[in-house]
């Protein structure tokens, strides 16, 4: 399969009449783990649901290409069936859905109405909650009703291996794991690596990684990506905090989330 592209130029977007992203240049291609680190406010999570078409959120300026097709004019189903995942940061309860009728839906929207193999489909969807520690009964439960912080997580990371995306948009999927649970997302994230999927991975944190271990780190700061680099960045994050960043690009209050 050719590498695919997501090519982001210039991205402003607001929220409520306040500018968050401020002009954001940024390619991922398929084969490739990019990290988006930043200090809280720097517009992260702003970034992953003006790419995934968030309601609340206006684009005014830039543009975002997959494979060369204007991505902002298609709708959220439409975005997701082009092959492009959004694991979220508080994921939502859906009472009502079972997580199996759920995720045979997205796999058949992901197929583009091709007919999918049942017996297949359930022994794959078993083979990743094995591979993200959750019992199998979770298969006939409501999307995420009741499930803890870090289930919800793990499911997040089922849903993105039973669908196969070709981009994967991981807003903090680390955060609120202990450390057993962070090694097993992240176990899950690497199953898929490959030359078919490209990731970016938004982070406050070190720890998650020292597991991935991204091809490229981008700071984010003040709506704006501001340092590109390799893993040097992580460690230099690590043992600075955002203060040199703070110093040398200024200390403004923050714009968002």
Known sequence: MPRRTLEIRGLRAETAGKEILKGIDLDVHTGQVHALMGPNGSGKSTLANVLMGHPSYTVTAGTVRLDGEDFLALKTNERAAKGVFL??????EVPGVTVGKFLKRAVEVRAAGAKTNVTVFIKELRANMDTLGLAQDFINRSLNAGFSGGEKKRMEVVQMLTIKPSFAILDETDSGLDIDALKIVADGVNKLRGPDFGALVIT?????????????????????????????????????GYDWVKERFGAEEPVGV
């Open 87 to 92: 694991a979220f940061q508080y994921p939502v």
């Open 204 to 240: 406050h944190y070190q720890r998650i990684l020292n597991l991935l271990e991204p091809d490229v780190v981008h700071i984010l700061y003040q709506g704006r990506i501001v340092s590109t680099g390799g893993k040097e960045l992580v460690s230099q994050l690590e043992a600075n």
